[in-house]
C-alpha cells in the first residue's frame, strides 16, 4: 500500500459511512444468519464489489451474497476523489471507464439515490510537445471509440477554465463527457440496485478462506459460519498500497465560479484539481511514495493517515503554480490515505488459474471509480458467458505467474508504478525495478557484448546490441515518438539477417512438452489446434488454439517429436494462459501428461542465408533445404553437444533455424555458434530486428495482432485450418458458419507512403486507418521496414454497417480504396495489402536497381 495525497479545500464534510438508506443484512442488534449456501459469494463491498454484483444480477443471477469485513464503502472507494475520466493509456481501459460514466450517469434516474454525477468534462494539460504528442495519440484513439475529444490550444484553456495559469503550456486535451461523482453515494446506489434484485449484503462479516476441492469453488469460511458456493469473487482490493494526499475545499469565494469548470489534470505537474462541496479538492501522484503494509496488515476500514505536508509540498506547490490565484485561500484539510496498486499499473481480472470458480477483479491502480462500472459489467460476462464481450487480455490475471508475488519485487515494483500513472510513457519504454529476475544462461555474454535489455513476463530480453564505441548513455535515455537513436543499430541487424547470419536469443518463449502412453496426446491437440497435427514424427505446424467462437486462445508452432509426445512452443506471455487453457480441456487420464519445460531449453534463432552453412560445419551434415526441408526438426549433434532440437524456422519468414538447447549446453553451442559464424559475418540481433522482420513478412502476433476476438479467417489463415478433414476441433462450427457468411474485418497490411522517416512521427500501433476518408479501423502494430525503406503497419479494417449489420469484407473492398494512417491527428497515405505481397519485395528490387542504372548513366 501507497499514501494517496489530496487537499480539499472547502466546508466540511459528512463521513459517508455505510450507504444510507440501505437495509443490509445483520444491521440489527441481532445479527442476522448469514446463509448456508449461495451461488456466488463476493469478497468486499467497495465500488469494485457492488458493481460485480449490481451486474451479475442483471444477467440474471440468483443466490448472490456480498460480505464486507467493514461498512461498505469504507474502504479506498470513501476516500476517492470521484473522477470518472476516458484519459486513459489503452484502450480497454479507456471502453471501461466510458462504461462507467454512462452506467453513473443514469443511475440515480434508475435508484432514486443522488450520485452527485456532474458532467463537468475536464482538461488535460500538456508542458511539453512530447506530452503534447501523447495527447494527440490518444485523441485520435478515443475518436475511433466514439468518445468525444478536442485537441486545443493554451488560450482556449482560459476560456474554459479562467484559474488556469496557461504560460508554460503547449496545448491541451478537452474531454467534455468526463464527470465527477461522490464515489460513496455511487456505491450506494450500486448497492441499492443490486439489493433491489436479490442480492444479499452483510457488513461486519470478514472472509477468512475459500476452499476447494478438486481445484473447484466448494465453500467460503467468515467469522460467521460457512457458505457453500459455486463461485467466489475475490475484490477486497489492497493488493499492495501506496498513501496519497488531497487538499480539500478552499474558501467559499470560489463556491461560484469553480461549479461550472471541467475538471483539470496537469499531469506534468502531477496533479489533478476538480470543483467539490463548494471548493476544490487536488491530488496527486508524487515522485516518491511511501510503502505501507508490505507485510499483509489488514486494515477492517480504510483510515485517514497522518498528515504528511512535506511529502505533499511539491504537488502543492504544482498546484498554485498551476492555479495562482488559489494562494489567498485557506486549506481545510489533507487527506493521506492508502491506495493499491499491481506491477504493470493495470488491474487484476478473470478467473484464476489455479482454481476453477475462483474470481478476482481488484487492484485498481487509483482508478477504482473509473474503472468499477465496465470491470463489473466485463466480469459479469465472463462468469456468466465464458469470456466477456471485449479482448481484456491485458488485464488478465493469467498474465501474470508466481514469479510476480515475491514480496521484495511487489515493493519496489509498486514504488516505481506509482509516479508512473502520470510520467509521459513513450513507446517501447521498460519497468525499471524487478529486473534480471528471469534469464537466459547466455546473458552475462550477451550484456558484455553490448545488449540493451527489455523484459516480458519476467524474462529478459535483448532489444539491440550497442557496437563497440557508441555512447550507452544516450542511447538508454533515448526516449520520443519520432526515429530513436537506435534506428542504425537495428536496420545493421536486419542487414546482416538479410545477407549473413545472426543469432537471437530466444530462450523466453513458452514451451510445453505433452504426451502420452497411446493417442490421448494427439486427441487433445487435434481437438484444442485449429490446424491438423495427425503430421509425421519431426514435421512443425504452425496452428492457433482457438475458443468456441473461433478466436485466438494461443498461436503457437506444435512439433511431432515422437508418436505420442508433443512439442509446443508459444510465446512468453502465454505461460500461465495456454497452461490453464491445456489442464482446461485435459481429461483426467492418468496415461496422459503435460509438462512446462520452458526452464529446460535455451532457445537460439539463427537467421539468415548463412546460416546453414554455420550449423554444418558444427553438425558435420547438410542444413540445405534438399536435406533439411522447411518445417522440419531433427535431434542433432552441435559442437560437443548431443540432443539439440534443430528446426528448420524462424519466426521471420527469413531462411533460418531455431535451436532448442538442453539448457547445460547453452553456453557452449552459443560459443560455438559465435567461433565458427565469424568467418560468414555473424553477429548479435535482437528483438527489434525480429519485429521489423516479421511485419515486413505479414507475420501476425498472438496478444498485439491476434486475440480471443480474431479468427483464422480474418487474418488470411484459413490454410492453417484443417476443414479439409472431418476432425472436430475447438471453435470449427463458428469458422464453418463465418466461411459461409464472409468475415466483417479483415487483416491487412499497410506501407506508408508520403511519410518522412526522419521528421515526421513514427506510427507505433494503435493508429486509425482511414478509407476514403472514413474510418475503418485501427492499426495492431507495426515496424520500419529495412527492406522496403518504409513503415509497414499491420491491422484490421471493416467496412461500414449495413442498417446496424456488419457488411462483409472483399477483396475488391480492400485493393479499391485510398487509405490513410492517422499518427496524432496528421494522415499519412497508405497502400494496402492481403496475401500474397511478395511483390512488393520485388518492386523494391526494381526501384533500386532503376536508381542505381540511373546514378550510374549521369557519371
Avoid at 519496489?412 to 524487478?434: A, I
Avoid at 495489402?833 to 518492386?843: G, I, R
Wanted: proline share 5%.
Amino acid at each position: 500500500m501507497y499514501p494517496k495525497f489530496f487537499v480539499v479545500v472547502k466546508p466540511e464534510a459528512t463521513s459517508p459511512g455505510s450507504p444510507r438508506g440501505l437495509a443490509l443484512a445483520g444491521e440489527t442488534a441481532q445479527p442476522v444468519p448469514l446463509p448456508s449456501q449461495a451461488r456466488v459469494v463476493i469478497c468486499g463491498g467497495g465500488i469494485v464489489g457492488t458493481s460485480v454484483a449490481y451486474h451479475l444480477a442483471k444477467l440474471g443471477w440468483t443466490e448472490i451474497v456480498l460480505l464486507e469485513q467493514g461498512r461498505l464503502g469504507a474502504g479506498t472507494t470513501r476516500l476517492c476523489a470521484g473522477i470518472v475520466s476516458v484519459a486513459k493509456p489503452i484502450s480497454i481501459e479507456c471502453k471501461m471507464a466510458d462504461y462507467s460514466n454512462s452506467l453513473y450517469e443514469r443511475l440515480e434516474e434508475e435508484t432514486g439515490v443522488k450520485t452527485g454525477y456532474v458532467k463537468t468534462g475536464s482538461l488535460c494539460l500538456a508542458q511539453n510537445q512530447d506530452r503534447f504528442l501523447s495527447l494527440k495519440r490518444l485523441a485520435s484513439r478515443l475518436k475511433v471509440m466514439g468518445i468525444a475529444c478536442n485537441v486545443i490550444k493554451p488560450k482556449d484553456v482560459s476560456k474554459l477554465h479562467p484559474l488556469v495559469n496557461i504560460h508554460d503550456l503547449v496545448g491541451a486535451l478537452h474531454l467534455p463527457g468526463d464527470a465527477v461523482v461522490s464515489s460513496p453515494d455511487v456505491n450506494h446506489a450500486l448497492a441499492t440496485a443490486a439489493a433491489s434484485h436479490g442480492v444479499q449484503i452483510y457488513e461486519r462479516t470478514t472472509v477468512n478462506r475459500v476452499m476447494l476441492d478438486k481445484g473447484h469453488v466448494t465453500a467460503v469460511e467468515t467469522d460467521r459460519g460457512a457458505i457453500e458456493c459455486e463461485y467466489f469473487v475475490n475484490c477486497a482490493g489492497q493488493v499492495n498500497l501506496f498513501t496519497s494526499s488531497v487538499i480539500g475545499p478552499v474558501d467559499q469565494c470560489f463556491t461560484f465560479v469553480l461549479s461550472g469548470f471541467p475538471l483539470v489534470m496537469d499531469m506534468d505537474g502531477r496533479i489533478y484539481v476538480r470543483a467539490w462541496q463548494g471548493g476544490i479538492l487536488s491530488g496527486g501522484f508524487e515522485k516518491n511514495p511511501k510503502p505501507i503494509f508490505t507485510e499483509g496488515r489488514n486494515q477492517l476500514e480504510i483510515q485517514n493517515m497522518q498528515e504528511d505536508w512535506d511529502h505533499f509540498e511539491p504537488m502543492l506547490t504544482a498546484l498554485l503554480r498551476r492555479m495562482p490565484e488559489l494562494e489567498a485561500c485557506e486549506i481545510h484539510q489533507l487527506v493521506n490515505c492508502p491506495e493499491s496498486f499491481t506491477p504493470d499499473m493495470r488491474c487484476l481480472m478473470g478467473e484464476s488459474p489455479g482454481a476453477h470458480g475462483y474470481f478476482v477483479l481488484a487492484g485498481m491502480n487509483a482508478s477504482g471509480l473509473t474503472f468499477a462500472g465496465g470491470a463489473g459489467k466485463y466480469l459479469a460476462e465472463w462468469m456468466t458467458y465464458g469470456y466477456p464481450t471485449a479482448n481484456v487480455w491485458p488485464l488478465d490475471i493469467k498474465r501474470f505467474g508466481n514469479l510476480q508475488s515475491s514480496r521484495t519485487f511487489l515493493r519496489h515494483r509498486v514504488m516505481e508504478v506509482m509516479p508512473l500513472l502520470y510520467n509521459l510513457k513513450v513507446p517501447r519504454w521498460d519497468f525499471q525495478t524487478g529486473r534480471q529476475l528471469r534469464t537466459s544462461p547466455l546473458y552475462d555474454r550477451l550484456d558484455t557484448q553490448g545488449a540493451r535489455w527489455m523484459e516480458k513476463h519476467g524474462f529478459e530480453r535483448a532489444k539491440y546490441f550497442v557496437p563497440a564505441g557508441k555512447d550507452l548513455l544516450s542511447l538508454d535515455a533515448s526516449k520520443t515518438f519520432y526515429k530513436p537513436d537506435w534506428f542504425d543499430i537495428v536496420g545493421a541487424e536486419v542487414k546482416c539477417c538479410k545477407e549473413a547470419v545472426c543469432v537471437i536469443d530466444m530462450s523466453s518463449f513458452t514451451k510445453f512438452e505433452v504426451t502420452s502412453s497411446d493417442d490421448q496426446a494427439l486427441e487433445l491437440l487435434q481437438y484444442l489446434c485449429a490446424n491438423d497435427l495427425d503430421v509425421p514424427v519431426g514435421h512443425i505446424v504452425h496452428t492457433g488454439m482457438l475458443n468456441e467462437r473461433g478466436g485466438y486462445e494461443n498461436d503457437c508452432s506444435v512439433v511431432r517429436i515422437k508418436k505420442n509426445s508433443f512439442f509446443i512452443i508459444s510465446p512468453t506471455d502465454q505461460q500461465v494462459h495456454c497452461w490453464s487453457w491445456l489442464k482446461k480441456h485435459m481429461p483426467k487420464d492418468p496415461n496422459l501428461h503435460l509438462e512446462d519445460v520452458s526452464w529446460k531449453y535455451t532457445a537460439l534463432n539463427l537467421i539468415g542465408p548463412r546460416a546453414m552453412d554455420v550449423l554444418g560445419e558444427l553438425s558435420y551434415v547438410s542444413m540445405t533445404p534438399e536435406h533439411f526441408p522447411s518445417l522440419f526438426c531433427k535431434e542433432m549433434s552441435v559442437g560437443y553437444a548431443n540432443g539439440i532440437r534443430v528446426m528448420s524456422m524462424t519466426h521471420t519468414g527469413e531462411p533460418g533455424f531455431m535451436l532448442y538447447i538442453p539448457i547445460e549446453y547453452a553456453l557452449h553451442v552459443y560459443n560455438e555458434v559465435m567461433s565458427v559464424g565469424q568467418k560468414y559475418g555473424i553477429r548479435n540481433a535482437g528483438y527489434y530486428a525480429l519485429r521489423s522482420l516479421r511485419i515486413e513478412k505479414f507475420f501476425a502476433f498472438w496478444g498485439q495482432d491476434l486475440d480471443p476476438f480474431t479468427t483464422p479467417l480474418e487474418c488470411g489463415r484459413e490454410f492453417r485450418v484443417k476443414f479439409d478433414t472431418d476432425i472436430d476441433f475447438l471453435g470449427r462450427a463458428s469458422l464453418l458458419q463465418q466461411r459461409q457468411e464472409g468475415v466483417s474485418r479483415r487483416f491487412i497490411m499497410l506501407v506508408l507512403e508520403d511519410h518522412d522517416t526522419e521528421l515526421d512521427l513514427w506510427p507505433w500501433w494503435g493508429e486509425p486507418i482511414y478509407r476514403n476518408g472514413e474510418l475503418c479501423g485501427t492499426t495492431t502494430s507495426s515496424a520500419y521496414s529495412y527492406t522496403l525503406e518504409r513503415h509497414v503497419c499491420l491491422g484490421f479494417v471493416s467496412p461500414p454497417s449495413l442498417d446496424g449489420t456488419p457488411a462483409t469484407v472483399t477483396p475488391d473492398f480492400i485493393n479499391r480504396g485510398d487509405y490513410e494512417v492517422d499518427i496524432a491527428g496528421q494522415r499519412y497515405p497508405a497502400k494496402a495489402k492481403l496475401y500474397p505481397f511478395s511483390s512488393l519485395f520485388a518492386q523494391q528490387r526494381r526501384r533500386k536497381d532503376n536508381m542505381e542504372l540511373s546514378n550510374f548513366q549521369g557519371k
